[in-house]
């Protein structure tokens, strides 16, 4: 297993520490970001309005969820979640990637249309017809969305 740390200081966010373990032989991959400073529980929301908006950069720690409510989809934590550093066409690209794999694995003509109509409007989304709405929800408050149009809410944890 190979463990690697590196350190990375993101504007307007600060310094964080990026973590990946990676097993060849068994094909374990597990990644996390940190902040370097002890962060409070947050709810992020942004809305993309334009093209430029898919440069906008994009962290996620691993206890993160994330929700396009424009596309009625989510990514929940769990053992398999990892953190990861990107922008906001790279997250779109994450999602399209889970629904051509997913269009691609059945034989259900219903579900093969719903991904098809999906993958339109990611389409339209990066064109920059269709606003798209980022939710991240982090209990570590670890993830962050860098654009001063992005609204921080506390989070409310369940106990």
Do not use: H, W
């Not at 309005?49 to 962290?59: N, T, Y």
């Not at 889970?98 to 269009?103: A, D, S, T, V």
């Not at 709405?133 to 993830?143: A, C, H, L, Q």
């Not at 149009?149 to 989070?155: G, N, P, Q, V």
């Amino acid at each position: 297993m190979t463990l690697m740390e590196e350190e990375k200081d993101i504007p307007y966010f600060g310094k964080v520490f990026l973590f990946s373990m990676d097993c060849e032989s068994c094909n374990f991959y597990k990644s996390d970001v940190e902040a370097a400073e002890l962060q409070n529980p947050c709810k992020l929301t942004f809305t993309t309005e334009s093209e430029e908006d898919l440069k906008v950069r994009v962290v996620k720690s691993s206890s993160a969820s994330i929700s396009m409510p424009t596309i009625r989809m989510s990514q929940r934590p769990g053992p398999a979640s990892i953190g990861f550093i990107t922008n906001v066409e790279g997250l779109i690209n994450r999602f399209q990637r889970i629904i051509e794999g997913e269009k691609n694995s059945t034989d259900d003509k219903d579900a093969r249309k719903k991904a098809k109509n999906l993958l339109k409007k990611l389409r339209k989304i990066k064109d920059g017809e269709i606003p798209l709405k980022i939710v991240i929800e982090d209990p570590s408050g670890n993830s962050a969305i860098i654009s001063d149009r992005t609204i921080i809410s506390k989070l409310k944890i369940k106990k």
